[in-house]
């Protein structure tokens, strides 16, 4: 499956975004599907996931400002990143784990990565 990420950009504190990784290649309804994140210099970091029966988790640092849907008929995952802040800056990834049904949150659990967006958050 191919994934392709957008919806990056800069914006300010307080502000939103919403990235969109629209999936390709195969069906993904039924995978657990991922958001993360990275600045340089650190390890790519969990933000969030939703499971084929969109059960949903978040990390700590974005629950209740974060939203993470899916749109099966569009075969689209989403993150709706509301109140951001500057320590939200980082290069997103979307990623579909596709070895497994069961919910994941490493990195190392999921085999397919879009190539990333960028958000900078200004203060």
């Known amino acids: 499956v191919q994934l392709q990420a957008s919806g990056g950009g800069l914006v300010q504190a307080g502000g939103s975004l919403r990235l969109s990784c629209a999936a390709s290649?195969?069906?993904?309804?039924?995978?657990?599907m991922g958001w993360f994140r990275q600045t340089p210099g650190k390890e790519r970091e969990f933000v969030a996931a939703i499971s084929g029966r969109s059960s949903t988790g978040y990390a700590d640092s974005v629950k209740g400002r974060f939203t993470i849907s899916r749109d099966n008929a569009k075969n689209t995952l989403y993150l709706q990143m509301n109140s951001l802040k500057p320590e939200d800056t980082a290069v997103y990834y979307c990623?579909?784990?596709?070895?497994?049904?069961?919910?994941?949150?490493?990195?190392?659990?999921?085999?397919?990565w879009g190539q990333g967006t960028l958000v900078t958050v200004s203060s």
């Open positions: 290649g195969r069906t993904v309804s039924s995978y657990v």
């Open positions: 990623a579909a784990r596709l070895r497994s049904l069961v919910y994941a949150t490493s990195s190392k659990e999921y085999d397919s």
